[in-house]
């Protein structure tokens, strides 16, 4: 299992938004984190070109931790930590 699809198992919520254009893969992943508690994690996969850098600016806004972004096999894969949860030091 690779390490991705490992951080993939343990992820509350899959979004899978392959083929969808802005807005519809950020519009999907904020459903996705509203359904999920604190400290859970939400998967997206993307790849609409802008979704690296529109994400990356939601996540910031909202407070959101990146556990996890990078573009692999023509796709763009994050996976987020909702906020509200006592991270690691």
Request: net charge negative.
């Amino acid at each position: 299992m690779s390490p991705l699809e490992t951080l993939i198992g343990e992820c509350a919520e899959q979004v899978l938004a392959a083929g969808l254009k802005c807005p519809l893969p950020l519009l999907k992943t904020k459903k996705a984190l509203a359904r999920v508690q604190a400290g859970e994690r939400v998967y997206l996969c993307a790849t609409d070109p802008g979704s690296m850098r529109d994400l990356t600016a939601y996540a910031v806004e909202a407070g959101h931790a990146i556990a996890f972004a990078a573009e692999q096999a023509e796709a763009f894969h994050f996976v987020f930590i909702k906020h509200g949860a006592q991270l690691p030091q």
